[in-house]
């Protein structure tokens, strides 16, 4: 769903949640159009805006994967590959931010200032670093286990050749029965 944007941001994204219909949603519509006026000149600037009550079914799944609460007007950053995303921060929950706090925070965006990384804890890239370096030790006893399970298959292999042997023999001996019954059969009807 994400890849369908095409962009010339390498994939990122600015984004704006408002209902129309909604007095807050409408007032920050506002001040995104009266931004968007200013930057006209600015070919690097693309806002995607998107009014959730259109897409009644997305909202919960928007929610979940952005971590907004769609019910108040948002505009954030958003990867398109991974959907990664950070949102500008309204200090205030009743008042939006002005045309001047607004544009300044898409400033830092499109300067890399803002950007899908910045949320992510720096904690977590070290968790990871340890994870990869206890997967190489699990690798080598993998390797090990595989070397013993290769010769168990080779023992394996030697008793399966000594079982076809035998079962083909019996084979061929119950062969041998069917065809005295057929005979005695044969000599059934000649009577």
């Given at each position: 769903?994400?890849?369908?944007?095409?962009?010339?941001?390498?994939?990122?994204?600015?984004?704006a949640?408002?209902?129309?219909?909604?007095?807050?949603?409408?007032?920050?519509?506002e001040?995104?159009?009266?931004?968007?006026?200013d930057?006209?000149?600015?070919?690097?600037?693309?806002?995607?805006?998107?009014?959730?009550d259109?897409?009644?079914?997305?909202?919960?799944?928007?929610?979940?994967?952005?971590?907004?609460?769609?019910?108040?007007?948002?505009i954030?950053?958003?990867?398109?590959?991974?959907?990664?995303?950070?949102?500008?921060?309204?200090?205030?929950?009743d008042?939006l931010?002005?045309?001047?706090?607004?544009?300044d925070?898409?400033?830092d965006?499109l300067?890399g200032?803002v950007n899908?990384?910045?949320d992510?804890?720096?904690?977590?890239?070290d968790?990871?670093?340890?994870?990869?370096?206890?997967?190489?030790?699990?690798?080598?006893d993998?390797?090990?286990?595989?070397?013993?399970?290769?010769?168990?298959?080779?023992?394996?292999?030697?008793?399966?050749?000594?079982?076809?042997?035998?079962?083909?023999?019996?084979?061929?001996?119950?062969?041998?029965?069917?065809d005295?019954?057929d005979d005695?059969?044969?000599?059934?009807?000649d009577?």
């Amino acid at each position: 769903m994400f890849e369908t944007w095409e962009d010339d941001m390498d994939g990122i994204h600015i984004v704006a949640f408002a209902e129309e219909e909604d007095p807050d949603g409408f007032e920050f519509l506002e001040i995104l159009k009266e931004v968007a006026r200013d930057n006209t000149h600015n070919k690097d600037l693309s806002i995607v805006w998107i009014d959730p009550d259109d897409f009644p079914l997305l909202i919960t799944y928007w929610e979940k994967t952005f971590k907004v609460d769609l019910f108040r007007p948002q505009i954030g950053v958003v990867n398109v590959t991974d959907a990664d995303s950070i949102w500008m921060e309204m200090d205030d929950d009743d008042d939006l931010p002005t045309a001047e706090e607004l544009e300044d925070w898409i400033e830092d965006v499109l300067s890399g200032k803002v950007n899908t990384e910045d949320d992510d804890d720096d904690d977590d890239d070290d968790d990871d670093d340890d994870d990869d370096d206890d997967d190489d030790d699990d690798d080598d006893d993998d390797d090990d286990s595989d070397d013993d399970d290769d010769d168990d298959d080779d023992d394996n292999d030697d008793d399966d050749d000594d079982d076809d042997d035998d079962g083909d023999d019996d084979d061929d001996d119950d062969d041998d029965d069917d065809d005295d019954d057929d005979d005695d059969d044969d000599d059934d009807d000649d009577e």
